[in-house]
């Protein structure tokens, strides 16, 4: 494997942003273009962020890691690795190409989610290229960002449509010291009662999944917590490349024909009455579905209890993301017009409307 290349392209970056505003050119943001399936289709100029790439300044002692957008995932992930920590929200890479910045736009964690936090929660400062032209740095590495809202972390899960991320500052943590994986045969509705129950107690729970027949559970900690709960709930060892495959979308669930929804849902929510083969994670606040049901009834019988869906089956529905009400769209719109006032960037990647 070749050596981690450290190039600081945004000198570039900044001029090709110039140039598009110069000419109103809409630009197509993309890094390793893993998560190219989800949204909408966006038109514009390929604006490429792997040229700008690298890790900019790393102390474990300090547990921050700063990295330019462009930089392969597996590198973050094998810098953290050779010091024995992690980035505890576990984004998916969702293929072999998978940058930062993308990991960032798209906003999305991996089962240890409910216990951690996502990516959101990880992000203390980024630079950004914005639709005015300027290259600005927010937040910081220790401090919060006070210029009225959060832009940071705005910038997580908005897929590139408020700004061009050149470079972010995570906060990181230590590799639990013990971790074990156990299997439990039960059905899904028994599952979620019994997963609604130990939420309640101490227990060092870090991921929670079925699969239809058996309950899949990680437990996370010092060697004492983990025999004793595992002692306590039973079960029988797993191997761990079950989160990683369910992370990657790699189980034979991912692989049935039908299109693929994310539901996400109020914690404790039970058993949801939808056609189609479900998927159960995050301990069943997010459920993966497999169904050929109409968007409308998903989507009614998803909000119903208080959740919102999205749809994965690039091109299927216009709008794969779950529609804003009236009052969200507002505040949307005039966040993109504050940051993207000639609406340059992914236009139209996360709703029409943007």
């Known amino acids: 494997m070749s050596e981690p290349q450290n190039v600081d392209a945004s000198a570039s970056l900044l001029e090709q942003v110039n140039q598009a505003l110069l000419h109103r050119t809409p630009l197509r943001i993309q890094g390793g273009n893993s998560k190219a399936g989800l949204g909408r289709p966006s038109e514009g100029q390929v604006l490429d962020t792997?040229?700008?790439?690298?890790?900019?300044?790393?102390?474990?002692?300090?547990?921050?890691?700063?990295?330019?957008?462009?930089?392969?995932?597996?590198?973050?992930?094998?810098?953290?690795?050779?010091?024995?920590?992690?980035?505890?929200?576990?984004?998916?890479?969702?293929?072999?190409?998978?940058?930062?910045?993308?990991?960032?736009?798209?906003g999305l964690s991996g089962p240890r989610r409910p216990w951690s936090g996502s990516v959101r929660d990880f992000v203390l400062g980024t630079r950004v290229i914005t639709g005015t032209g300027k290259h600005l740095r927010f937040g910081g590495e220790v401090m919060k960002n006070v210029a009225g809202y959060d832009l940071s972390r705005l910038l997580a899960g908005s897929f590139g449509c408020l700004g061009l991320l050149t470079e972010v500052s995570l906060k990181v943590l230590p590799k639990p010291r013990q971790c074990l994986?156990?299997?439990?045969?039960?059905?899904?509705?028994?599952?979620?009662?019994?997963?609604?129950?130990?939420?309640?107690?101490?227990?060092?729970?870090?991921?929670?999944?079925?699969?239809?027949?058996?309950?899949?559970?990680?437990?996370?900690?010092?060697?004492?917590?983990?025999?004793?709960?595992?002692?306590?709930?039973?079960?029988?060892?797993?191997?761990?490349?079950?989160?990683?495959?369910?992370?990657?979308?790699?189980?034979?669930?991912?692989?049935?024909?039908?299109?693929?929804?994310?539901?996400?849902?109020?914690?404790?929510?039970?058993?949801?009455?939808?056609?189609?083969?479900?998927?159960i994670d995050w301990a069943g606040a997010q459920r993966w579905l497999k169904s050929d049901a109409s968007a409308e009834q998903i989507r009614a019988r998803v909000q119903a209890v208080g959740g919102h869906a999205t749809c994965y089956r690039p091109?299927?529905?216009?709008?794969?993301?779950?529609?804003?009400?009236?009052?969200l769209l507002r505040y949307h719109r005039q966040l993109k017009a504050q940051l993207d006032p000639q609406g340059i960037f992914n236009p139209g990647r996360l709703y029409a409307e943007l």
């Open 181 to 279: 994986s156990l299997a439990l045969e039960m059905d899904s509705a028994r599952a979620l009662a019994r997963l609604a129950e130990w939420g309640q107690q101490p227990l060092p729970i870090s991921a929670a999944s079925h699969d239809g027949q058996r309950l899949h559970l990680r437990l996370e900690g010092g060697a004492g917590s983990v025999a004793a709960a595992h002692e306590r709930l039973g079960g029988e060892p797993l191997t761990s490349v079950y989160w990683s495959d369910l992370n990657e979308q790699r189980l034979a669930f991912f692989a049935q024909a039908l299109p693929l929804w994310r539901l996400s849902l109020p914690t404790n929510t039970g058993p949801l009455d939808l056609p189609g083969a479900q998927l």
């Open 315 to 327: 091109g299927l529905i216009d709008s794969p993301f779950q529609p804003l009400a009236p009052t």
């Open 50 to 106: 792997r040229a700008h790439r690298g890790i900019v300044s790393y102390d474990p002692t300090e547990l921050v890691i700063t990295v330019r957008a462009g930089t392969p995932l597996h590198e973050l992930h094998a810098a953290l690795e050779s010091t024995g920590q992690m980035l505890p929200c576990e984004p998916p890479s969702l293929g072999a190409e998978a940058t930062v910045g993308g990991m960032v736009a798209a």
